[in-house]
């Protein structure tokens, strides 16, 4: 999955940034910065690379909590949005053609 260094969402723009301490303090891998227009996702985590799909999960999860912030709705249900940006990225991997079993 190609991860862009900004999007746009409903006019939005959002910065998509890599720090690899940022989020390591309180264990998550990535963080929805809403008011301040960022994500920040982590490509390490206590030293140890993650795995790309991790990453991409990680990045469309932070994504679905600006998605819902803007539509209105609960932007903090974790278990909700944790299995959705799975979902979500089930999809894309078919759409871009990789990592499909045949
Ligand atoms: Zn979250």
Redesign the pocket.
Known sequence: MYIPNKIKLMGREIDIINDDLACDIDGHLGQ?LLTESKIIYQKLAKGKTLKQDCINVTIL??II?FMLWVLGYDYND?KF?ERFSELLYQVIQQIDGKNIKK
Do not use: D
């Open positions: 929805s999860h932070e909590h974790e949005i």
